[in-house]
């Protein structure tokens, strides 16, 4: 069970101990999702709740004799609002779509320290030219090419620094090769 469910769960019973009217629910139901920051994690929260709202209201028709029973109404209020909230939401919200070719986050912080790595590494071999760490350096803002294409821009980098005779052929292909070890689902060959 996710945290979003687990919380979604315990809500439902919460959710019973105020005052059932449109205004008392919504402002319950706004306050709660304030916790939650993404709209996916709110979306979820709000079917779990519906799902297991609608099974108390379910199991509360089976045993209710009626005689003034107000259980059934609060229930389809409380339905009532998860609903517009969910709408509400639901309106705006664009799903992130994960690309095989995305970084992971422990591939992102493992590129990070692989960078310090080859920095320190040109730094003790006295290429210490600021224009190749500035190169080098600028590879941590474009995670979000994802992987094909930040090695590409990889490769392009190393080339130009190569072509332009600031550091030699073995030097690039021994940055590439410890750039890109670890990484999975890399086609890129450096052809230097």
Known sequence: ????????????????????????VKNQLDSK??????DRDKLYFLR???????????NHEKVCK????????????????????????????????????DFSVDEQINLH????????HL???KMGQEIIFDEIDTLRQHFNLGKKNW????AGKLFTLMTDKLIDETVV????????????AVTINLNT
Not at 33 to 38: A, G
Not at 173 to 184: A, C, E, F, N, R
């Open 1 to 24: 069970m996710t945290v979003v469910e687990k919380e979604a769960i315990a809500y439902s019973n919460k959710i019973m101990n105020v005052v059932i009217n449109v205004t008392n």
């Open 33 to 38: 999702l304030y916790s939650f920051t993404r």
């Open 173 to 184: 292909k021994d940055i590439y090769q410890q750039l890109s070890d670890g990484v999975t």
């Open 48 to 58: 779990v709740l519906q799902e297991t709202i609608r099974q108390k209201k379910v």
């Open 151 to 154: 090695f590409q821009l990889l």
């Open 123 to 125: 730094s003790s071999l």
């Open 66 to 101: 009626g005689n003034g029973c107000t259980e059934v109404e609060d229930y389809e209020t409380i339905l009532f609002v998860i609903e517009q909230e969910h709408e509400s939401i639901n309106r705006y919200f664009e799903p992130e779509i994960k690309r095989e070719d």
């Open 113 to 120: 320290n692989k960078i310090n790595e080859v920095l320190d």
